[in-house]
């Protein structure tokens, strides 16, 4: 008699039994389920599982598909797969490196001996859809790590050579398609079939591979040059390349070996000389009466702010801050949300004609009285404070709605300098694993949340849906507004922030939702070797998150 298995699917809250041993694949074909774009991968005890996984014992498991975080992740690993095959079977000796979230898809640095094509990028796209339309079959392998590094050595693949000689891992998963081996730190679908829509176009000088919208799933996510984005992800290599660091493996080795203090001092000389440049450029340009920093959640929008603001004073210009909280309308008057709550994230949560008021009366030399908003009491009031503007003084204004027109819509443009401010970069796993600056902004509120706000990591997990959902309607349409980019990011910073935030997620308990994103978040930081946080210094972007900064906030 077949032995069983009791297997709870929370998509449709029922109960069934299946053979031991058996995948999610099966799993999923007796829950009775029927997803139109999945399922993916699935939760499985709060943790995230691709569907080759077998069940052993009772399991409650719940299917995703590409609406989810999660499942958008596997589908598009496994794109990243299916075109470096194709490539592989069409440049043998080419180089791919999957670089950078852009335009609602992934940069492609392609090194195939010559300037990419449109007819190479057509060659490309034909070849992926031949590999999707033979329904090949993708298997995952389990092997020792010395096995996988002989493996990747003879392929001459450096990068995941160097990444897993790094993790001190005994054994290592790897996938393959139809002899062609990859390695991916995160599931896969099960065969190239499931691979349902994607695009590949010339994009600068590489490829841009993009992918289907979460939220209209039957779409490609629009396809928009980012010019101002795309020179900082340049500038980007640039600092790379000096510091001899494009992935996890370059940092580990470079750890390893006792440079971390190099690494730490030339990235924040490159930060600071940056930063030194935009106020260059602010000083330069004769009517600047205004400058305004956005940035997502947890971008270092306000060490940005304070940093600028010491290089502006090098410049000899008097920066005066204003605080936007303060311009919050009566609580009454704010706006909702769908769930009818009070949406403060909303353009029109603050008093935009107050604030043009007083701005358009600073700047003509008169004097006015700031607002104060008392957040107990929900009410805008009087603060006392009078604030004109003196000879060489400007004001610097930080906020998520500083790039947005309609902030400043009675302010001429000649008088404002926009600043977009965010972890925009970071190193590669490896050439074929990126991982996602949102990530990074992540762990940096885990910790400030719970180091400043008393806030667990389960609950910062459990708000970052919605704080994403609302940088994308207020802050990242409007990017490309900024006459400056500042990318907070730092080349080391996951190896400093590690030893703060690992604890942290370590204390998200397994029968919670949020479990699942803490155990991601704690798998890849495993990769990365750690750097005492009392190597960086007390100015550095950093300290704003894990404390000991010598700016006051």
């Known amino acids: 008699m077949e032995q069983t298995i009791t297997i709870h699917i929370r998509n449709n809250n029922s109960t069934i039994e299946a053979p031991v041993g058996a995948k999610l694949e099966e799993v999923y074909q007796l829950s009775g389920l029927h997803m139109e774009h999945g399922p993916i991968s699935a939760h499985v005890n709060n943790k995230v599982e691709g569907m080759h996984y077998r069940c052993y014992k009772q399991k409650e498991v719940e299917f995703l598909d590409i609406t989810s975080a999660s499942g958008a992740r596997a589908y598009t690993r496994t794109l990243f797969f299916v075109l470096c095959k194709a490539v592989h079977e069409l440049y043998e000796k080419c180089k791919v490196a999957i670089d950078i979230p852009v335009s609602n898809g992934y940069y492609v640095n392609l090194n195939i001996g010559h300037p990419v094509t449109l007819e190479d990028a057509g060659r490309i796209r034909k070849k992926m859809q031949e590999i999707i339309d033979a329904a090949m079959p993708i298997h995952r392998h389990e092997t020792t790590t010395e096995e996988a590094i002989r493996m990747f050595e003879e392929k001459h693949n450096r990068s995941k050579v160097k990444l897993l000689q790094s993790t001190g891992s005994l054994f290592t998963t790897y996938y393959d398609i139809d002899g062609y081996v990859d390695y991916y730190y995160g599931s896969l679908l099960t065969n190239t079939s499931q691979i349902y829509l994607f695009g590949l176009e010339k994009y600068y000088d590489g490829l841009l591979l993009r992918i289907p919208s979460r939220e209209q799933p039957n779409e490609l996510g629009e396809m928009t040059h980012q010019d101002k984005m795309f020179s900082i992800f340049k500038e980007h290599h640039q600092w790379q390349d000096i510091l001899g660091l494009r992935t996890i493996g370059d940092l580990n080795e470079a750890i390893s070996k006792g440079y971390s203090p190099q690494l730490i001092m030339v990235s924040e000389a490159l930060q600071e000389k940056k930063i030194a440049k935009i106020a260059d450029e602010i000083a330069q340009r004769k009517g600047i009466k205004l400058v305004l920093i956005a940035g997502p959640s947890s971008s ?47 353009l029109h949560a603050l008093n935009l004609p107050l604030l043009n008021e007083q701005l358009t009366a600073l700047f003509r030399g008169e004097e006015v009285e700031l607002p104060r908003y008392d957040f107990p009491t929900g009410t805008s009031q009087k603060s006392g404070r009078k604030l004109r503007l003196g000879e060489n003084e400007i004001l610097v204004v930080e906020g998520i709605h500083a790039l947005n027109p309609e902030l400043t819509s009675q302010i001429p443009n000649e008088q404002i300098f926009r600043v977009y401010a965010s972890a925009l970069t970071t190193v590669l796993l490896d050439n074929h694993n990126y991982i996602p600056t949102t990530d990074n902004r992540l762990l940096r509120r885990i910790i400030r949340d719970h180091k400043y706000r008393a806030v667990s990591a389960k609950d910062t997990i459990h708000r970052w849906p919605s704080v994403r959902a609302g940088e994308n309607k207020w802050i990242f349409p409007y990017q490309e507004n900024a006459d400056a980019m500042f990318n907070t990011a730092m080349l080391f910073e996951l190896a400093v922030i590690k030893s703060q935030a690992e604890p942290l997620l370590e204390q998200v308990p397994e029968n919670c939702e949020e479990h699942a994103e803490a155990y991601r978040l704690l798998k890849f930081l495993r990769y990365i070797k750690p750097i005492p946080e009392t190597q960086i210094p007390p100015t550095s972007l950093l300290r704003e998150f894990l404390g000991g900064s010598s700016f006051h906030y």
Do not use: M, W
């Not at 609580?331 to 949300?337: A, C, L």
């Open 300 to 346: 270092g929008k306000t060490t940005t702010c304070k940093r600028l603001s010491v290089q502006l004073a090098v410049n000899g210009i008097k920066p005066v801050g204003i605080s936007l909280d303060d311009y919050f309308v009566n609580r009454e008057q704010t706006p909702r949300d769908a769930k009818g709550d009070y949406d403060f994230e909303h």
